[in-house]
């Protein structure tokens, strides 16, 4: 293994998606990954679709370059044999229910008392401390929670998640981010560090726009299916066959726009000539576009402003 | 500031999101960030709503903690200038189109031989090399291209895009993952590093087990609306009033809802026994909890429901 983490041994005893995902990461970046397994039982995923063979791709997918072995936590002789790897370990990574890693002898405190140089990262649902820590979460109940569901989908329609399990994606990128730093600052004063992850606090971090007219505002976000919600044109657009993402993001792309669907008019249109106003009167600017759109294929129409892309694009 | 990144100099030449989300994180971990902005027409996102007094809250949200300067990198006193932050800097993070800075004479080629410890990241639509590397890209183009979209939304709805702008956001993370990375590696090597990060290659590493679906099983994933692929019950279910979120992720869970729904014949029809047979079923199951669950109101559900916190969720 190469990478900035060459040299480096995570102990991983993460589970399913969130932890597995940071430790992927670290493992990635060159870091030997060592993942401790319920015997018997093992990583739940290992336990779900799809299968090559007998194998789970979807553990796979997720797990890959990492060494495992099954150990119980609970039994003495497994314990001395993970405190043997701890001794050596410079990351450890978990994400059990808060508290069950303490139960076992484990917690941070206990940890950094006898490893002062071990980083200790936990990925949780709500966090470490706080009134929801003892429930556990799924992506699902996360996502519902923090708000992004309640922005994601067309308007009006039944409740939609985000088609992969962001929830847990995002707080494994943020729980990565937290260990990287913790590395660095560990060059310098020699000493581990505790990072406590929420996966509801990063939703919340990823609210972006949502949050700011919240906030601002006391505008509540809803669901705009593929609109942005204050810039146009920038949605899907239906063409002969299918749809096409349109995405001008200034005056200086929607002009260029006007140009390619050979409608200079609208760009002259007060309606249209200016970002806000043109986000002002959204419906009618999709329909006239559509009307114009439907008469070839989406392929022909990427091909026309593929053509453009220098000029069509803004540099951003 | 304190954090792990303290005393530690980002020169930032982001705009919009992708980047300023990197250098925001970076700031939250107690780097010093000076951010440089075209002058007369700064960020981008300065004139992005909504808006308190005449500032952009939007810009706000993603720029706090920073500093700014005004500077034209094409003018040779504003240049003297950068060059000396340059000279004391120990990130640089841009996210122009792949070559910009190249020609205004600050590639990486030409930075890494000046200032041999700086660490350059880009982050871009496509990357720094490969046939797309001249198209730039919004959020919105990367969702639609990475298969995000292809996921996310109800059965045969209209295309619909997470509601925030996950493209941009998770190469943010992404980059300040890379940063992190590259700034303990600096403290072993004392040499800088490029880091070149595509906002499509991280719309592929969020698919999860979309994509492991797909490279299995030849399987093309649709939309689904709010329901998991392949648990179940693990969806948003109508009440009386509104809708629950309900996530079994395993049989001792779905035993313990049939218990509280109190309709424990459901745990012993072979056609629910086992998460393969109700995910074989989900529509069959879906009607029969919505008969039940449209009798209470939400917020009467999760009461019920949270009494039995420890046991209804299961410890991931």
């Not at 071990?118 to 966090?127: C, K, M, P, R, V």
């Not at 998640?161 to 995002?170: A, E, M, P």
């Not at 009167?281 to 026309?304: A, F, S, Y």
Request: net charge positive.
């Amino acid at each position: 293994m190469d990478g900035p983490l060459k040299n480096l041994l995570v102990v991983d005893l993460t589970r399913v998606l969130v932890g597995p995902y940071c430790t992927m990461i670290l493992s990635d970046l060159g870091a030997r990954v060592i993942k401790i397994e319920a015997p018997e039982i093992g990583d739940d995923s290992r336990k779900f679709g799809p299968f090559i063979e007998s194998y789970s791709a979807y553990f796979m997918s997720l797990n890959r370059g990492k060494e495992s072995i099954a150990l119980n936590l609970k039994n003495a002789d497994d314990k001395k044999i993970f405190n043997k790897i701890l001794s050596k370990a410079d990351v450890l990574v978990e994400n059990f229910k808060p508290g069950t890693l303490e139960k076992w002898g484990y917690g941070w405190k206990e940890i950094n008392k006898k490893y002062p140089k071990l980083i200790y990262a936990s990925a949780s649902g709500f966090g470490q401390t706080g009134p929801l820590k003892e429930l556990p979460a799924y992506d699902m109940v996360v996502q519902g929670m923090g708000g992004l569901m309640s922005v994601t989908g067309q308007p009006n329609s039944e409740p939609t998640r985000v088609g992969t399990s962001i929830g847990d994606i995002t707080a494994g990128l943020f729980t990565a981010i937290g260990i990287n730093a913790a590395l660095y600052d560990r060059k310098k004063t020699g000493r581990g560090m505790y990072i406590d992850v929420s996966m509801l606090d990063c939703q919340i971090a990823i609210l972006e726009n949502a949050i700011a007219r919240y906030l601002s505002k006391n505008e509540i976000p809803k669901p705009m299916g593929s609109r942005h919600p204050s810039i146009a044109p920038f949605e899907a657009f239906k063409t002969k066959d299918s749809h096409i993402i349109i995405a001008a993001g200034n005056d200086k792309l929607f002009e260029k726009l006007c140009n390619i669907l050979d409608m200079p008019e609208l760009n002259n249109d007060p309606k249209f000539s200016d970002n806000s106003s043109r986000a002002k009167h959204m419906d009618d600017l999709k329909k006239i576009l559509e009307d114009k759109l439907k008469i070839k294929e989406t392929n022909e129409w990427v091909k026309t402003m593929e053509k453009e892309k220098n000029s069509l694009w803004s540099n951003i």
